[in-house]
């Protein structure tokens, strides 16, 4: 029971991350395009914006400026993928000794 519990919170822990993303890759992507305005899109990147911009600027204050280069969706992606396979894979492990 408990293993199935664990189980299950792992995988929303998992699905979290990969949700969160495809965020921030539709965050830089809408940050590149310049579409025309729309209450709609509006709406959509100021969500993006306030869902992404608190951990991308954790990263931003320690990595430095490289010309007009934002490098910080590039390294916040590549610490979160890490995560949901580490994840999943000591979820596994904890399963098998119950």
């Given at each position: 029971?408990?293993?199935?519990?664990?189980?299950?919170v792992?995988?929303?822990?998992?699905?979290?991350?990969?949700?969160?993303?495809?965020?921030i890759?539709?965050?830089?992507i809408?940050?590149m395009?310049?579409?025309?305005?729309s209450?709609?899109?509006?709406?959509?990147?100021?969500?993006?914006y306030?869902?992404?911009?608190?951990?991308?600027?954790?990263?931003?204050?320690?990595?430095?400026?490289?010309g007009?280069?934002?490098?910080s969706?590039?390294?916040?992606?590549?610490?979160?993928?890490?995560?949901?396979?580490?994840?999943?894979?000591?979820?596994?492990g904890?399963?098998?000794?119950t």
């Amino acid at each position: 029971m408990l293993g199935t519990a664990l189980s299950f919170v792992g995988q929303i822990v998992v699905t979290f991350c990969y949700v969160y993303i495809l965020l921030i890759l539709l965050y830089v992507i809408s940050a590149m395009l310049q579409l025309p305005y729309s209450i709609w899109l509006s709406r959509i990147q100021r969500f993006l914006y306030d869902v992404c911009e608190p951990y991308l600027r954790l990263f931003r204050r320690h990595l430095p400026a490289v010309g007009p280069l934002d490098l910080s969706p590039f390294v916040a992606r590549s610490c979160s993928s890490p995560l949901p396979t580490s994840f999943s894979v000591s979820l596994k492990g904890e399963g098998a000794r119950t």
